[in-house]
């Protein structure tokens, strides 16, 4: 995953000088829509689309067209090393996306973090000065950073939508609605398109872009997140900008500069402590919230159990959810058993040491919990 992210840039290079930017922007999405869709329509348990997904699913394709045109048109009209440290600043686009939809809180590490980020992307988009006309990497830099800020918009509010899909799906529908979005520009550009002057690099620097690295890396993406942490999958944003560097140096003869390795630590630093804060401050959230949930749910319990009243309270879900957590099945499970072995034999729990378990405030804990009632129920 991080060698073929590493060598996305070098592929764009190649394949921009055989054909315009926006002609290989173009060709890339359809391309990777047409390798995806075999792997999707193969699978045994494939996820159909929902008829009520399909406004949700044309507006994140747009915002993926977006990203992935400035990207590459960007990579036309700058460096290697200045795009991948730019695109490293992914994750301070997406904390302040979300706290403009009041999302996610500001803390002081937060804000720490996003100056530090902004005062290295100001040292490498002032690197050859402020004139667009005169600068080489300036228009580029700001390209790519548009195009950052629409990635971001994706993800925050592909959130909800990632939760109902597995990842080859959303990829495969993300793709194909970005496809139709460029069809009109591809059948342009195929039109007036020289085929005879492409070689053979640029046509494999356009499959790696499609196949590679938007297909399979990002497939590789997701499938590793499933069985890693979050926070060591993160590493890979510290890597790349460094390995998309040494490749760019090894290839294309890009030597990074003084601006562009101060910049890129800052921006490298200034993410760091961004990613450190909302990673905190979502554990604390979390904990507190859970532990908060238990204890009420306890002291319902508890009060039920030293009434004359048979009958126990309904739990009441604040915020309801299609799947439920196995949280909320466990304590399902156990009020129901509980309700039923009370009418039945008398007040004392079946369950010694169930409502223990409530109180903790990971999953596992939970898992624990519906081992217990299942081996009970046996």
Known sequence: MFVLWSFNYLAGKIALRHMEAFTLAAFRIDLAALVILPFYLFRRHRTSLSARDVWTLSYL???????????????????????????????????????????????????????????????????????????????????????????????VLGKKFARQYDSVTMNTFNLLAGAMLLLPLSIQRAVHLNWGSVGWAGWAGLFYMAALSSVAAYTLFYWVLRYMEASRVAAVNYLQPIGAILVAAAFLGEMPTRNLLLGGALILLGVYLAESGALVDSRQRSFSG????????????????????????????????????????????????????????????????????????????????????QSHSR
């Open 61 to 155: 394709g747009f915002f993926l067209v977006v990203n992935q045109v400035l990207f590459t048109v960007g990579l036309a009209y700058t460096t290697s090393g200045h795009s991948s440290m730019i695109l490293a600043t992914g994750p301070i686009s997406v904390l302040l996306f979300a706290r403009a939809l009041r999302l996610e809180a500001l803390t002081t590490g937060k804000i720490l973090g996003m100056a530090i980020a902004f005062i290295g992307v100001t040292i490498l988009a002032t690197e050859q000065g402020l004139n667009l006309r005169h600068s080489a990497t300036l228009t580029g830099d700001l390209l790519t950073l548009l195009g950052t800020s629409s990635f971001s918009v994706y993800a």
């Open 290 to 373: 859970s532990v908060i949930r238990s204890c009420g749910l306890l002291r319902r319990m508890q009060n039920w159990s030293s009434a004359a009243d048979p009958e126990p309270p309904r739990r009441t879900w604040s915020k309801p959810s299609i799947l439920p957590s196995p949280r909320q099945r466990c304590r399902r499970s156990v009020w129901r058993r509980w309700h039923r072995w009370r009418e039945s034999r008398g007040s004392k729990c079946p369950l010694p040491g169930a409502t223990d378990c409530l109180l903790a405030s990971r999953v596992t804990a939970a898992q624990k919990c519906a081992r217990r009632v």
